[in-house]
Structures are given as structure tokens and as C-alpha cells.
T-cell receptor, first 117, second 116 residues
Framework: DTGVSQNPRHKITKRGQNVTFRCDPI?????LYWYRQTLGQGPEFLTY????????KSRLLSDRFSAERPKGSFSTLEIQRTEQGDSAMYLC???????????????FGSGTRLTVV | AQSVTQLDSHVSVSEGTPVLLRCNYS??????LFWYVQHPNKGLQLLLK??????LVKGINGFEAEFKKSETSFHLTKPSAHMSDAAEYFC??????????????FGTGTLLAVQP
């Protein structure tokens, strides 16, 4: 296990279809984050898990979006009834619980690029 | 609310010349600050981080940044640019309070071009 793995790398879908992305974090990391990056912008926070619990969701995460992390291991992000505005790079990151901030370490995956046509 | 402003969307330098990428931050707390680099079709890579220790932070690949509280700045520098430095660079701030989400807030990015 050398990093955060995301699948698929690319997804092209027709508007209105559902899509699901997967993220496999670094095995000992208990925190998992999803970010979205649109063209020409920096990544924006979507949601965060501490183990299996989803503790925060951004207002960017509409009702069409749902994320899960069963058993506190891998996570899935599902988008229902996709819209063209959902086209973006979806990034996953993992880290250890950083209460002491002595070693602040996020590790990002390479992302899933979604294109809605 | 926390935020970062990257003052230049594009910077172009010649190989071997110094690099300066500018970042100003806004935070109600003593922030944690980072610089990340993103090469095309690759993941985000941490260059360096400031977490209230030394104000001059050294990172990978010869990059460094200086935290200046009086100027609310965290500019990224490198003495001599290399062709492989061409990429997009993000200045990032995070809430350092213990137990918080620790979500990262990214700037809009600076695209660095290195001319031969």
C-alpha cells in the first residue's frame, strides 16, 4: 500500500445517469476526505469521514451526492442524475487524526475525472 | 472565515532564474499553511507546510516559504527554476484547532511556466 488509490481514473457519462467513484485510502489512515476540482480552480472540500462516520458535509454536496465509508476502510462517492455542472476532478485524500498537528499529513489520490455529456 | 489569495494566476520564468509565487492568507486563528504542487494528470503533492514552528520553512525540490504574520503572507520561492518545476501551485490554509475537521482551503492556483 503506497498511497491513496482512486478508481476509475476517467468516467464519461450521459446527463441523467448515476455514477459511483471509489477511494482506497492508506490503510492506517482513519480520516478520509473528498474534494472537487473544477477547471481553473483549486480543490473544494466536499465531505469528511472519521473512520466510518461522516462528520461534515459541504453545502456544495447537493442531495444528488452521497458518500459512504463502510467499515472505515474504502469510500464511495455516488452522484445521481448527473448534470453537466458535475463535470470535474473528484479527489480523495486520507490522513491520520491530527490532534497534535505534529505531523500534518494529507495524502491525495490522483483523482477521478468526470465528464458529463 | 479562512481564505487564501494567490496574487498571480500565471508566472513565467526562465530556467535558472528565481521563482516567486505569492500568497496572502486570512484567518481568525493562528493558521497552518501549505504549498501543494500539481503536475498534469498527477495527484497533489505537498511541497512544504507551516504549523507554528520556524517561520522559514524548507520543502522538497529546493522550495521554501516564509510565514510573515505582519503581512499575512506565505510566499513560495526557489533560487533557481528547473524545467521540471513547471506545474500548478496551490497555497492552502487549514484550521489548526484540535478536533476540527482539518479541511484544507485552497487558493485558485498559480500556473508556473519555465522557459528554456
Amino acid at each position: 500500500d503506497t498511497g491513496v488509490s482512486q478508481n476509475p481514473r476517467h468516467k464519461i457519462t450521459k446527463r441523467g445517469q448515476n455514477v459511483t467513484f471509489r477511494c482506497d485510502p492508506i490503510s492506517e489512515h482513519n480520516r478520509l476526505y473528498w474534494y472537487r476540482q473544477t477547471l481553473g480552480q483549486g480543490p473544494e472540500f466536499l465531505t469528511y469521514f472519521q473512520n466510518e462516520a461522516q462528520l461534515e458535509k459541504s453545502r456544495l454536496l447537493s442531495d444528488r451526492f452521497s458518500a459512504e465509508r463502510p467499515k472505515g476502510s474504502f469510500s464511495t462517492l455516488e452522484i445521481q442524475r448527473t448534470e453537466q455542472g458535475d463535470s470535474a476532478m473528484y479527489l480523495c485524500a486520507s490522513s491520520l487524526d491530527q490532534r497534535t498537528f505534529s505531523n500534518y499529513g494529507y495524502t491525495f489520490g490522483s483523482g477521478t475525472r468526470l465528464t458529463v455529456v | 472565515a479562512q481564505s487564501v489569495t494567490q496574487l498571480d494566476s500565471h508566472v513565467s520564468v526562465s530556467e535558472g532564474t528565481p521563482v516567486l509565487l505569492r500568497c496572502n492568507y486570512s484567518s481568525s486563528y493562528s493558521p497552518s499553511l501549505f504549498w501543494y504542487v500539481q503536475h498534469p494528470n498527477k495527484g497533489l503533492q505537498l511541497l512544504l507546510k507551516y504549523t507554528s514552528a520556524a517561520t522559514l520553512v524548507k520543502g522538497i525540490n529546493g522550495f521554501e516559504a516564509e510565514f510573515k504574520k505582519s503581512e499575512t503572507s506565505f510566499h513560495l520561492t526557489k533560487p533557481s527554476a528547473h524545467m521540471s518545476d513547471a506545474a500548478e501551485y496551490f497555497c492552502v490554509v487549514s484550521d489548526p484547532r484540535g478536533g476540527a475537521t482539518n479541511k484544507l482551503i485552497f487558493g485558485t492556483g498559480t500556473l508556473l511556466a519555465v522557459q528554456p
